[in-house]
């Protein structure tokens, strides 16, 4: 799959899945644009494409704040002159339940960026994915938009993913007349620093493997290949659809 000449902006991309979709995409010949808020983190990614391709344009941004949201596609736009690929990766989870009482706090800090900051980074990126004809916007979301929490605490997190699940379908009927593909990957769990991020210390991703009927947990990596191969011409009449990589996760 060559992405030669396209131009690619991936939210969340300081780490985990974002970086690396953001070095898979590099590494096809696309002209990549990371963005995050640890400045560090990004930087490290930055290098590791520069050592497989070209250096991508490094944006320090909290998409949740629609000035710097509109400052981040404007800056890609300045750099580029164009726009081909968008994937709306940034997430995070906060954790509150109805019957502990903050269930409220929880689900408005989890949809602002879960879901909000993706709507509105998206329609401020469809007029230039419009330029450019039949390009693909990705909403990376998981399986529990699909699933019930055994936790009420991840009842917020839970809600965002549903949601982004259905602004994925909706958009894909909306852009479909102007030739733009949307479309949602699912995954389960995957091997990265977001139960850090997200102030989890009990235990990792890496030991649910035990879990899933493949026995194992994903690397970034897998997910990446996936989000490559539905924004290449190989998936040209794949939209509105979810594809979940959860090794077995759902049939649990």
Do not use: W
């Not at 696309?30 to 490290?44: C, H, S, Y």
């Not at 497989?52 to 490094?58: A, I, M, Q, V």
């Not at 965002?160 to 699912?186: D, M, P, Q, W, Y």
């Amino acid at each position: 799959m060559s992405f030669k000449n396209k131009v690619v902006l991936v939210t969340g991309a300081s780490s985990g899945i974002g970086a690396a979709t953001a070095i898979e995409f590099t590494k096809e010949g696309a002209k990549v644009a990371i963005v995050g808020r640890n400045e560090e983190k990004l930087q490290t990614v930055s290098d590791n494409c520069e050592k497989l391709g070209s250096k991508p344009l490094l944006i320090i941004a909290d998409i949740a704040n629609d000035d710097e949201a509109k400052r981040m596609v404007q800056k890609v736009i300045d750099e580029y002159g164009q726009l081909d690929v968008l994937v709306n990766n940034a997430g995070l989870a906060k954790y509150g339940s109805i019957l502990d009482g903050n269930i409220l706090e929880a689900y408005d800090e989890t949809i602002k960026i879960n879901l909000r900051a993706h709507i509105n980074v998206t329609a401020l990126a469809t007029p230039h994915l419009i330029k450019t004809k039949g390009n693909i916007l990705i909403n990376i979301s998981s399986v529990g938009g699909t699933l019930v929490p055994k936790q009420a605490s991840k009842t917020p997190y839970y809600i965002s993913k549903a949601g982004l699940n259905h602004f994925t379908r909706c958009a894909a009927l909306e852009l479909a007349s102007k030739g733009i593909r949307v479309n949602t990957v699912s995954p389960g769990p995957v091997k990265t620093d977001f139960l850090v991020n997200s102030g989890v210390t009990s235990y990792k991703f890496e030991d649910m493997g035990v879990n899933m009927p493949l026995q194992r947990v994903s690397d970034p990596i897998e997910i990446a290949r996936l989000i490559l191969f539905l924004a290449s011409d190989k998936a040209v009449g794949i939209t509105g659809s979810e594809y979940v990589a959860d090794n077995g996760f759902l049939l649990t």
